[in-house]
Nanobody
Framework: QVQLVESGGGSVQAGGSLTLSCAAS?????MAWFRQAPGKEREGVAA???????GYTDSVKGRFTISRDNAKNILTLEMNSLKPEDTAMYYC?????????????????????WGQGTQVTVSS
């Protein structure tokens, strides 16, 4: 069992930056950030997996950076050049068990542990 607590959300103007943090109660093999905007499905944003590999959805590449502090079990998402379309509830997710050959994953069903979310609002 891994408990996840997100923090760092808030309101910013377009072009601004925010950094989200996720504190995990234990270690996980894979961790990721997801987001869900009103009326839309939850989507994977950025993932961190085995051997320090990372992956991003196309819409955030070059603007968001995911990183992990494995010693402290903290996952971070640095978000720059924010756009109004980035407005959503952001969730931290984790998977403990390893999947052979899988470096990272942005699929919602891949993860078994979820945080409560932190709201990010970007105004134009």
């Amino acid at each position: 069992q891994v408990q996840l607590v997100e923090s760092g959300g808030g309101s910013v103007q377009a072009g601004g930056s925010l950094t989200l943090s996720c504190a995990a109660s234990g270690s996980a093999t894979y961790m990721a950030w997801f987001r869900q905007a009103p009326g839309k499905e939850r989507e994977g944003v950025a993932a961190s997996g085995r051997f320090s590999t990372t992956g991003y959805t196309d819409s955030v590449k070059g603007r968001f950076t995911i990183s992990r502090d494995n010693a402290k079990n903290i996952l971070t998402l640095e978000m720059n050049s924010l756009k109004p379309e980035d407005t959503a509830m952001y969730y931290c997710a984790a998977r403990v068990t390893e999947v052979p050959g899988r470096s990272w994953d942005l699929g919602e069903g891949f993860y078994g542990f979820w945080g409560q979310g932190t709201q990010v609002t970007v105004s134009s």
